[in-house]
């Protein structure tokens, strides 16, 4: 018996230094939401998990509450990712991340990584992206404000920018968008791998987290394993788990409320006085205003009551992002986000 099980592990290690295993992923997306202060991850390849022993197909996404998310691909080496996390968590940007990783790669050879990264920057969404000299092609990789999406051994940069065009013109939850780019890639051989197996690629996975969730413990994570040979699509499979649980209806709680055009705040970025304009506002009409942090806790209320359609608000808040609710007498609510940058 204990024959048999070193005999497993040795194939197991064969398994991941083959290039089919070491090149351990094609194409992702990290992205983030200013509103709700959620990040998220999602992801596709032509790399046979069970053949691999790897159980979570998200394990290349690491979430970190509140401050960002990291894609580790290509080569994947767990000491990199890892070493991903500490920087983000002692405060460094996505761009000093890239930098760090490159100048410190755990096996000496950052050419054959892949890396894409958004975190939260002074409340504001910032995103890097890396693609080594000698990941495999077709390579590439594009970034925008709150996405970084990437991928190697793709069909062409066709992928990348259907990826990149779902994901922003899609109307919705940061999952929902996740979802949708996804949806771009999906096409026969986008990995190149999966070309005889009919498919984009073999496994798929989408994860999500909120400010408030503990590190690991996303609110949000679906993921769909297939075989070699299976001719089953892994990116059809998962649509079918987000229809199942309304992937496109879930919200944290905060950002679930109609945003009512006639209602704005300015200026914005401020020092902590700010106005709050109704448009259509009725004399002498009862507005109750809650601030809330991005972990969704309250921290400032108050009830006014205007005599014109500008309310001015003061208050002591610390540099960062909020969001403001706005409940007004007719029993409306709109939700916005506030930069305090003193």
Known sequence: ????????????????????FFAQDTFSIVGADSLTGEVGS????????FAAGFTDPSFLGDLIPAKGAINTQAAYITTNQNNARTRMNLG??????????????????????????VGFVGGS??????TGTNCLNYKN???????????NILLGQKILDSMEARFKNTVG??????????????????????????????????????????YGTPYIKIGVRTATNSAIEPIDSLQKIA????????????????????????????????????SDAKESQTIEIFIYDISGKLIFSETKTSSNNILKL??????????????LPDGSVDVHRLIINK
């Open 243 to 278: 229809n199942s649980i309304s992937l496109c209806s879930i919200t944290t709680g905060i950002n679930k409320y109609e945003k009512i055009n006639y209602v704005s705040i300015y200026p914005n970025p401020n020092s902590g006085d700010f106005y709050v304009s109704i």
């Open 314 to 327: 003061q208050s002591d808040l610390a540099n960062g992002m909020y969001l403001v609710k706005i409940k």
């Open 141 to 151: 990789h594009i970034t925008g404000k709150n996405y970084s999406i990437q991928g």
């Open 1 to 20: 018996m204990k024959t048999k099980f070193i005999l497993s592990a040795v194939i197991i290690a064969n398994l991941l230094m083959h290039k089919n």
């Open 92 to 117: 460094d940007t996505p761009p000093q991340i890239i930098s760090w990783l490159q100048a410190n790669d755990a096996g000496g050879n950052p050419f054959v990584r892949q890396y894409g990264i």
């Open 173 to 214: 939850t940061l999952a929902c968008k996740l979802m949708a780019a996804l949806q771009g890639a999906k096409v026969v051989g986008a990995d190149t791998r999966c070309n005889t197996n009919g498919t984009s690629s073999l496994f798929a996975f989408l994860k999500v987290t909120k400010p408030g969730d503990a």
């Open 125 to 130: 969404p910032v995103s890097a992206a890396y």
């Open 42 to 49: 999602a992801g596709a390849s032509c790399v046979d998990l």
